[in-house]
């Protein structure tokens, strides 16, 4: 069966350090994977897409960048944390090649507080 | 633009109550519409779907009919559950676009 793993569950950095969030899927090839945040008040909103190694597709301008260096790893970082970048993670994954959209997977999250 | 109205929380409810979300969309063509579910401490995860116009989605007691000419897909369960408390989001796909459109996500709590 397949399985998601995001890391860490928490996380609380100051205000201009890096960041690097990871996402793996195991029992799977060639899946579609996302990056969400869940920021209070505003829902969900897509960051980040990616449909094979080294493809992303970057939804909103930010301070964010991801990477997918493997074909179950995704990756989601930032060199210098702003305070708006606070919020709740998610890391998902959808059956490929067809991008479907609706059979997402989610993570457990990572909550992301930058003082 | 695609977008997906839900009804602000929290929603606090009594064991055995009847529930419902309320969720309006607009879209272009016909799009699938979707219910998700996070329980406290866990990843959303797919709650239950309609495709197209008078589908009705169910599980786990809950069920959502797709009303095209409302553009409506409210959630509802005749009697809820303490475990049944989490967040609860609509969405909707439109076409072969593969992003979904979310609501901003409703709480409910229901006491024992």
């Known amino acids: 069966s397949q399985t998601i793993h995001q890391w860490p569950a928490t996380l609380v950095q100051p205000v201009g350090s890096p960041l690097s969030l990871e996402c793996t899927v195991e029992g799977t090839s060639n899946p579609n994977l996302y990056w969400y945040r869940q920021a209070a008040g505003r829902g969900l909103q897509l960051l980040f897409y990616?449909?094979?190694?080294?493809?992303i597709s970057s939804e909103v301008p930010q301070n964010l960048s991801a990477s997918r260096p493997q074909d179950r790893q995704f990756i989601l970082s930032s060199k210098k944390l702003l305070l708006s970048d606070s919020g709740f993670y998610l890391c998902a994954w959808a059956p490929g090649p067809t991008p479907t959209g609706e059979k997402l997977f989610f993570g457990s999250g990572t909550q992301l507080s930058v003082l | 633009g695609n977008s997906v109205t839900q009804m602000e929380g929290p929603v606090t409810l009594s064991e055995e109550a009847f529930l419902t979300i309320n969720c309006t969309y607009t879209?272009?063509?016909?799009?699938?519409l979707f219910w998700y579910v996070q329980y406290p401490g866990e990843g959303l995860q797919l709650l239950l779907k309609a495709t197209k116009a008078d589908d009705k989605g169910s599980n786990k007691g809950f069920e959502a009919t797709y009303r095209k000419e409302t553009t409506s897909f409210h959630l509802e369960k005749g009697s809820v559950q303490v475990s049944d408390s989490a967040v609860y989001f609509c969405?909707?796909?439109?076409?072969?676009?593969?992003?979904?459109?979310w609501g901003l996500g409703t709480s409910l709590a229901v006491n024992p």
């Open positions: 879209a272009t063509g016909y799009p699938s």
């Open positions: 969405a909707l796909k439109a076409g072969n676009n593969r992003k979904l459109i």
């Open positions: 990616s449909v094979g190694i080294g493809q």
